[in-house]
């Protein structure tokens, strides 16, 4: 395997590679929970392309890479809790305004070909070295209810789900539970 690197997202291709990343991600994580023609209609391979570079131009919420030579493998994007703001197109409001102090990580995607092979994990532990040098108190990030993959994944790195959900409306037949967890900062 090729060396091991890391990209702070700031090129048109990071952002392009960080929106692939998230759709193949979804249509992994979420095929039997979400609607086939609303995958294909809504999860396209470019549909945050555009919601990264504005991240980027912005300068308030970071997109970070991890790649195997040119293949990226995992990516994040983080920065501080979204209370009255959102971090691009989402599909929900998210809002955790008992939390303003705290860091978010507002997504984590990796190919599903590199599931369980530690990429997220390493992913994770370099979002939060970022954010605990940045002086949050914690990181806390929103994991749908459907995801138990992701949920154990994150549960694994000492997050906590908090009892904090929100009700994410798909489709008028598709209604999915976002629940937010959380892990403190221990000086």
């Known amino acids: 395997m090729k060396e091991l690197r890391w990209i702070d997202a700031c090129e048109e291709r990071h952002f392009r590679d960080m929106s692939l990343l998230h759709a193949l991600g979804w249509r992994a994580a979420y095929r039997d929970s979400i609607p086939a023609d609303y995958m294909a209609r809504e999860i396209t391979d470019s549909r945050w392309t555009s919601v ?4 980027y131009e912005e300068g308030v919420y970071h997109g970070l890479l991890l ?10 994007t983080y920065g501080p809790a979204r209370v009255d703001r959102s971090a691009g197109d989402t599909i929900c409001t998210f809002s955790s305004p008992d939390l303003a102090s705290w860091g978010e990580l507002v997504s984590l995607y990796g190919h599903p070909d590199s599931w369980g092979q530690g990429y997220g994990s390493l992913v994770i532990g370099e979002v939060l070295k970022h954010l605990k040098a940045a002086k949050y108190p914690g990181c806390f990030l929103y994991v749908l209810r459907e995801n138990t993959r992701a949920r154990r994944f994150y549960e694994k790195h000492s997050f906590v789900w908090d009892g904090h959900a929100l009700n994410v409306a798909l489709t008028p037949d598709t209604t999915l539970s976002d629940l937010r967890y959380r892990k403190e900062f221990h000086v």
């Not at 790649?67 to 994040?76: E, T, V």
């Open 52 to 55: 990264f570079r504005q991240n």
């Open 67 to 76: 790649y195997s030579g040119d293949i990226p493998l995992c990516c994040a």
